[in-house]
């Protein structure tokens, strides 16, 4: 397999050693991102957090030893959920985490389950956006924040291997289908406009 096609690989499902390193890797690409996100999400001790694509668990380590939050993280890899359980043992042993390998467009959780959302640098492999943006609706309460972190296009496109697995999406596009969704969609530029966070906030009312 070409190898950047293996690191596309590995960065959308991560499995066995190489799963290890490229989340190893995107760990520290990503930390900064990890930082804007959880200044956006701006979370109370009372809140109920859902991180969707958790990976190895890092990022909800990083976030749950600076606040009293409930965490739940989900991720399509059985591999990085058995690493993200690992580093987050402490916090698993005292019932203020749970994980689990599910996939964002068909979560088992009950209607209006969490108070935010995030996700960081997972959008580029969703099946289907929309029915992914009205799942994560789904779960979130009235009023809710889903916070989406993703590169701009010109950044991904400096990486070899995004040319493998990576959907692009436009700014007009990934707003759209959150205000279809039933959000209000606020973009704001950060990492100095390399990337930014889409702030959706769950409207009050019925969707239809």
Same mark, same amino acid.
């Given at each position: 397999? @070409?190898?950047?096609?293996?690191?596309?690989?590995?960065?959308?499902?991560?499995?066995?050693?190489?799963?290890? +390193?490229?989340?190893?890797?995107?760990?520290?690409? =990503?930390? &900064?991102?990890?930082?804007?996100? !959880?200044?956006?999400?701006?979370?109370?001790?009372?809140? @109920?957090? +859902?991180?969707?694509?958790?990976?190895?668990?890092?990022? +909800? =380590?990083?976030?749950?030893?600076?606040?009293?939050?409930?965490?739940?993280?989900?991720?399509?890899?059985?591999?990085?959920?058995?690493?993200?359980? /690992?580093?987050? &043992? !402490?916090?698993? @042993?005292?019932?203020?985490?749970?994980?689990?390998?599910?996939?964002?467009?068909?979560?088992?959780?009950?209607?209006?389950?969490?108070?935010?959302?995030?996700?960081?640098?997972?959008?580029?492999?969703?099946? =289907?956006?929309?029915?992914?943006?009205?799942?994560?609706? &789904?779960?979130? /309460?009235?009023?809710?924040?889903?916070?989406?972190?993703?590169?701009? @296009?010109?950044?991904?496109?400096?990486?070899?291997?995004?040319?493998?697995?990576?959907? &692009?999406?436009? +700014?007009?596009?990934?707003?759209?289908?959150?205000?279809?969704?039933?959000?209000?969609?606020?973009? !704001?530029?950060?990492?100095?406009?390399?990337? *930014?966070?889409?702030? *959706?906030?769950?409207?009050?009312?019925?969707?239809?």
């Amino acid at each position: 397999m @070409n190898l950047n096609k293996y690191i596309a690989k590995q960065f959308s499902n991560p499995t066995g050693l190489g799963g290890k +390193l490229v989340s190893h890797i995107m760990n520290r690409q =990503n930390h &900064r991102l990890y930082e804007e996100t !959880i200044r956006f999400l701006s979370p109370s001790d009372a809140d @109920n957090v +859902l991180d969707i694509g958790c990976g190895n668990g890092y990022m +909800l =380590n990083i976030f749950a030893r600076q606040y009293g939050c409930d965490f739940t993280g989900i991720d399509t890899s059985n591999s990085a959920i058995k690493n993200a359980s /690992r580093r987050n &043992r !402490i916090f698993l @042993n005292n019932s203020r985490m749970m994980l689990l390998c599910q996939s964002a467009d068909a979560m088992t959780f009950a209607d209006s389950s969490f108070d935010k959302a995030y996700t960081v640098n997972t959008v580029y492999f969703w099946e =289907n956006l929309s029915v992914t943006m009205e799942e994560i609706r &789904r779960v979130l /309460r009235q009023g809710g924040l889903f916070i989406n972190t993703l590169y701009t @296009n010109e950044t991904l496109a400096r990486f070899s291997h995004t040319q493998f697995g990576y959907k &692009r999406f436009t +700014l007009d596009e990934l707003t759209h289908v959150g205000i279809n969704a039933g959000f209000t969609a606020d973009v !704001i530029p950060i990492f100095n406009d390399a990337a *930014y966070c889409i702030v *959706y906030t769950k409207s009050y009312g019925e969707h239809i």
